[in-house]
Every structure is written in structure tokens, then in C-alpha cells.
């Protein structure tokens, strides 16, 4: 649905985008991760035909942005990271103006604009100045307007900024049902909203990409050695020397005492051993009771910092 | 293209700028009618020549009102980027937005109806007089809307948009006072070149009721080039 190949933006100094090129079949939400300024909304402005790239192609539905930009933007709809709204009109007289800008042909321009407005969760506002609408329901005008014409690839520039943790979490399921029938592009630089969302997640940092995977997977790969994290109950040193008898744990680091009488320790078992039966049936042995024991999976957070740490060395490399 | 025209011409009255520029025309001009055409008794007549060249001097300061907001406000409140990513060719838009300022202008000689229909109750028009100011005045005023277009079109600063779209028709007046001061000084080329280029003197001959076509083909060129470069400078962000 979406062939973005080899783009190339150059603003000044080393910004913009370094060679981006990906592809996106019909039907998936894929997120676009990155620190601010590492390319995502330039990346976006591309794809929509806003900005032109200094090199690279993007073909959207089989039209190619920008030998037919017509009808590649027919098949559009975008959220700007600002959402491009016009203060002094009323939802309804905007939204008009939305669908007859794009030349939408549906059966009904008042039930089209309904229903979009329904999705959206604008009704109760329809008749009110954008203007003097709050932060979060523009940006669901934002929304409503580049869903007007229901265009099968929606792309959507930090669509939940802004928004309060209910408002965020409205706004999510309307694009997860929206991804059902479309091809979603969103941006975001809030992690868990990746994984709460997309199907796959490209990572951008410094304008290029740095890993494209499904967000659990990239979880998995990152991860490396599995850790454990276990609070057990009695005295220090003794839980300490058993469980480093233990044969299947590599490195024991100790946190400290976070509930009176039980210290907290991070296990790192070697690769392919599950440790916590044999570290179990000792602990219960030596009569150290154990009190709590989760899996530390390196989270979305962690994942991050390290490609993005990484994206950082390789471009400094390649620069020097 | 008809969708950007209805937005725009409708943005006139729902923000101060169609009142102000409207409300600023009514009142000099039907004031300065008052004055010359009705109320002095010595210096009355039925002519409007003299109010006509007036508005034009009054229309080098409202012209930029109407075009200071057509693009700069667009960027300023990042409206462009739904324009630009809408399947619309950019030479429609630019049309768009240019009809509606014009259709203000428009609105504004509908109002000035009420000269001649005074005078006709009070006397008898110079029919030939009133056709050809009337002409005159919406080829000049096209043209200058053209002009501000495209100047608004270069800043996101509409107060930028506006100073430059006066400093520009400013410097055309003093273009042609230059010229008719300078005519003895200047060699014949010159003055023959810059009579060609002139907007006023064409303005006059038509306004005079000399109506020429290559007059109208200049002004239409006028407004054709200055739309044209607009598109080209909205082509251009895009690389930008």
C-alpha cells in the first residue's frame, strides 16, 4: 500500500532523513518511534506530499506522490502534528469544507460527515467554534478530518499529544478500529501507545531507521539474557551464597531491602536455563521463604534507548 | 477551487477584515462624495471622475487588508499542510483565493452603485464616464489583488504581508510620477518603456473611456503573472 524507498531530506546540518526506505502492506497500524527531531514528522510530510524529498520515492496505492499527486493524495487522509484547523469556523461549516476541498464523492455528504463525526466523538460539538473547543476535541476534529472521505491510508502525526489519559485511551481504540479497513501510519514518541496499538513498529532515530519489527519481538530481541527480578526473605549473605551455588545463574546483584526482613536481587540466568524450579526447591530447602519473583524483560523503554544509543554511534561513525 | 473560494470569501465576514476594508471604503469615499458631489454647491457636478482616481489612492492602503491574510495566515496556523496534501492542483487554489478577494472588491463596487444612482436622481450621468471608470477601476484592482497575493504568499507575517504589498504599490505610484517628471531628462527609449509598463497610464486611458484591447491583455497579464509566480513560490516550500 505504501512503498516509501530510499528517501533523502537534507535541512542544513545534519538533519532531516538519511535513506529511509520501507514498506507497508494493506490493512497494518505501524508505528513510527523516535526521540523529537529524529525524522518522523519530515519522514510523514513526505509520504503526504507536503515536503518533497531530495531524493527517494514514495508510491502510495500504486501512484507515485509526486508524478500523480492527485490521486495518491485521494487515497490519504492526514493529521498533521499541528492539526490544520480553522479557528473561526464551526465543526460542521470545517468539516463541509473538508469534504468538498477533497472532492470526496459518497452518496450523502450529511450522513458521511455524520457517521465520521460519530467515530470521532464529535456530536455534542458539531455546532461549536473550533476555536473555543478544547485541545482535545480539536485534535479529534483533526482526526475527524483526515478520516472525511475515507481514505484506505490514514497517517497520523503524534495523534494522542495533548490529549488526558482518558481522552488518550478513546482516541487509541478509535484508531485500532479504524485499522481494521485501513492502512495506518502514526508517529508517537510515548512508548507503551506502540505496543497498546501497532502491528509493527519502525524505530527512526537521527533520520534513519533502526530497527522494523513487531513490537513483542523487538522486546524479545533486545532483551538478551533473561533476568529475573526475586525477593526473598533472610539474611543477606546466606541467600546470597546460595544463590550463587546455584548452576544455572550466571550474575546475582543484590538491590537492597525494599521490605523489612527480605532483600530484592537481580538474577541473570545463563541462556536457554530456566532457573526458578531448581532456585525454588533450594530456597524452600534452606527455609528462605520467596516472596516474589517477575520476569524483568527489557521494557519498551530500555528497548528504545539502546537503538536509538546505537543509531547514534553508527551515524557518528559513518560521519567520521 | 470552488471550495476554497467559499471559505475564503465567508472567512471575509467572519473575521474584521471584509468590514474593515468594506467599512473603510464607504466611509472616505461616500464622504469625499458628499463633499464634492453634493454638498458644495460651487464646486458640484456630476462628474466622478474625481472620486474614482480618488479610490484608486485609497485602494494602494486596503488592497494589502484584503490580501495580507490569503497565505500568511494559512502558514501561520499550519492550514497549508491540509491544502497541500489535499488532492488539489495548487493553480486552482490560487484561483480560489483569488476570486474570492476579488468578489470582495466586487461587494464593494455593488456599494458604489449608490454615486451614480445619486447622481441620476439629482442630474444626469456621463454614461461613457461612469462605464469606463468603473472598468478602469476593476482591471487596476484585479491586478493589485494579484500583487498582494503573491506578496502574502512569501511571509508568514501577514503585518510583513501587508507593508510589502503597500511598499510595492507605493513604489509603482512613484514609478509613474517619476516617469511624467522625468520625461524631459530621460532618454526616449526610457520613457517609452516605462509608459509601456505603466499601470496608471493604462489605467487612465481606460478609465477615459479609450478602451483598448491590448490595455485589457496587459492588466489580465498582470494578474496571469503575478498568480503564476504564486503557484510557483507554494511549489517551492515544498523543497524548501
Known amino acids: 500500500m505504501i512503498e516509501v524507498k530510499s528517501l533523502t531530506k537534507t535541512y542544513g546540518k545534519n538533519r532531516g532523513i538519511k535513506g529511509i526506505s520501507f514498506s507497508i502492506p494493506e490493512g497494518q497500524i505501524v508505528g513510527f518511534l523516535g526521540p523529537n527531531g529524529a525524522g518522523k514528522t519530515t519522514t510523514m510530510n513526505i509520504i503526504t506530499g507536503y515536503l518533497s524529498a531530495d531524493i527517494g520515492t514514495v508510491t502510495v496505492a500504486g501512484f507515485d506522490i509526486l508524478e500523480k499527486p492527485r490521486e ?6 492526514y493529521l498533521p502534528e499541528q492539526p490544520p484547523l ?7 461549516e470545517y468539516l463541509d469544507f473538508v469534504y468538498e476541498l477533497k472532492g470526496v464523492r459518497s452518496p450523502s455528504q450529511k450522513d458521511h460527515i455524520g457517521s465520521v463525526c460519530e467515530m470521532a466523538g464529535l456530536t455534542d460539538v458539531y455546532f461549536r467554534l473550533i476555536g473555543h473547543l478544547s485541545k482535545g476535541f480539536k485534535q479529534r476534529v483533526g482526526l475527524a478530518q483526515a478520516m472525511i472521505g475515507d481514505p484506505d491510508v490514514l497517517i497520523l502525526d503524534e495523534p494522542t499529544v495533548g490529549l488526558d489519559p482518558r481522552q488518550i485511551v478513546e482516541i487509541r481504540n478509535v484508531i485500532k478500529d479504524m485499522g481494521k479497513s485501513r492502512t495506518i501510519i502514526l508517529s508517537t514518541h510515548i512508548l507503551p501507545e506502540v505496543s497498546a496499538v501497532c502491528e509493527r513498529v519502525l524505530v527512526i532515530s537521527q533520520g534513519l531507521i533502526v530497527a522494523d519489527d513487531k513490537p513483542e519481538n523487538l522486546a524479545g530481541s533486545i532483551g538478551g539474557e ?92 559513518e560521519e567520521g | 477551487m470552488l471550495a476554497i473560494f467559499k471559505r475564503d470569501f465567508r472567512a471575509y465576514f467572519t473575521t474584521p477584515i471584509g468590514f474593515v476594508y468594506l467599512g473603510g471604503y464607504i466611509l472616505v469615499l461616500n464622504l469625499y462624495f458628499y463633499l464634492y458631489n453634493i454638498a458644495n454647491v460651487s464646486t458640484r457636478s456630476n462628474s466622478l471622475a474625481g472620486i474614482f482616481s480618488f479610490m484608486l489612492m485609497v485602494m494602494m492602503f486596503l488592497t494589502p487588508i484584503l490580501t495580507m491574510r490569503i497565505f500568511s495566515e494559512e502558514y501561520r496556523q499550519k492550514t497549508d499542510q491540509l491544502l497541500f496534501t489535499s488532492p488539489v492542483k495548487l493553480s486552482g487554489l490560487v484561483m480560489g483565493k483569488f476570486l474570492a478577494s476579488l468578489s470582495i472588491f466586487f461587494c464593494l463596487l455593488l456599494l458604489s452603485l449608490l454615486w451614480p444612482s445619486a447622481i441620476a436622481l439629482i442630474g444626469q450621468n456621463n454614461m461613457a464616464e461612469v462605464l469606463g471608470n468603473y472598468l478602469g477601476i476593476i482591471t487596476i484592482g484585479a491586478a493589485y489583488i494579484a500583487m498582494g497575493i ?7 507575517n501577514q503585518v510583513i504581508a501587508a507593508v510589502g504589498s503597500l511598499g510595492l504599490f507605493v513604489g509603482l ?18 520613457v517609452t518603456a516605462l509608459r509601456f509598463v505603466s499601470i496608471f497610464g493604462r489605467y487612465s486611458d481606460i478609465s477615459m473611456g479609450l478602451l483598448a484591447l491590448d490595455d485589457f491583455v496587459y492588466f489580465l497579464s498582470i494578474c496571469a503573472v503575478f498568480l503564476f509566480l504564486t503557484v510557483r513560490v507554494l511549489e517551492k516550500r515544498r523543497w524548501s
Open chain 1, 86 to 92: 480553522h479557528l473561526g469556523m464551526t465543526v460542521e
Open chain 1, 72 to 77: 495518491a493524495k485521494r487515497h490519504i487522509g
Open chain 1, 226 to 317: 533473561r533476568t529475573l527480578l526475586a525477593r526473598i526473605a533472610g539474611p543477606k549473605s546466606q541467600v546470597l551464597a546460595l544463590l550463587r551455588d546455584q548452576d544455572g545463574i550466571q550474575n546475582v546483584s543484590e538491590l537492597g531491602e525494599m521490605e523489612s526482613g527480605s532483600h530484592d536481587f537481580v538474577l541473570e540466568s545463563r541462556p536457554n536455563v530456566d532457573i526458578r524450579k531448581p532456585m525454588f526447591s533450594a530456597l524452600a530447602k534452606a527455609g528462605y521463604p520467596l516472596l516474589m519473583l517477575r520476569p524483568q524483560d527489557a521494557s519498551l523503554e530500555e528497548i528504545f534507548l539502546k537503538l536509538t544509543e546505537t543509531g547514534h554511534e553508527k551515524t557518528e561513525s
Open chain 2, 173 to 190: 505610484y512613484l514609478l509613474e510620477m517619476l516617469t511624467a517628471n522625468l520625461a524631459t531628462a530621460l532618454p526616449g527609449w526610457a
Open chain 2, 150 to 156: 503573491f506578496i502574502s504568499s512569501l511571509t508568514e
